[in-house]
């Protein structure tokens, strides 16, 4: 089992994609899937700050280091509970995620465990 959190100031994350390279940004982190749940929100700011964070986190947990954005998806059930699909092929790995955030921060963690052989 492997652990991962991240935090970030949601301001900095406004900050970074409101820049003129900004497009960058949004383009090399953030799947088409996670860009459209993001941009029908009332307010995006917390949904890209927890989005990214969450992203960090499952890095951090698999124990890599930041690699390509797009090779760890975090997606929403109907329910709106966040769930990650592995875009790297590692199906051997069962990932939890939590993501929070105020009107300040967004934090996640990421909790992963190898899946038992049946």
Same mark, same amino acid.
């Given at each position: 089992?492997?652990? !991962?959190?991240?935090?970030?100031?949601?301001?900095? @994350?406004?900050?970074?994609?409101?820049?003129?390279? !900004?497009?960058? $940004?949004?383009?090399?982190? $953030?799947?088409?899937?996670?860009?459209?749940?993001?941009?029908?929100?009332?307010?995006?700011?917390?949904?890209?700050?927890?989005? $990214?964070?969450?992203?960090?986190?499952?890095?951090?947990?698999? !124990?890599?280091?930041?690699?390509? !954005?797009?090779?760890?998806?975090?997606?929403?059930?109907?329910?709106?509970?966040?769930?990650? @699909?592995?875009?790297?092929?590692?199906?051997?790995?069962?990932?939890?995620?939590?993501?929070? $955030?105020?009107?300040?921060?967004?934090?996640?963690?990421?909790?992963?465990?190898?899946?038992?052989?049946?």
């Amino acid at each position: 089992m492997s652990l !991962g959190v991240d935090i970030i100031d949601i301001a900095s @994350v406004k900050r970074i994609i409101s820049a003129r390279t !900004g497009k960058y $940004f949004v383009r090399d982190v $953030f799947t088409e899937r996670e860009l459209s749940y993001i941009q029908r929100k009332k307010d995006p700011w917390p949904h890209y700050a927890t989005t $990214f964070v969450g992203k960090e986190a499952v890095f951090k947990a698999l !124990g890599t280091g930041w690699r390509k !954005g797009k090779d760890v998806e975090i997606v929403r059930k109907k329910d709106g509970k966040p769930c990650v @699909v592995l875009n790297n092929n590692r199906k051997d790995l069962d990932v939890l995620l939590s993501l929070s $955030f105020n009107d300040k921060s967004a934090v996640a963690v990421a909790l992963i465990e190898k899946k038992k052989k049946k």
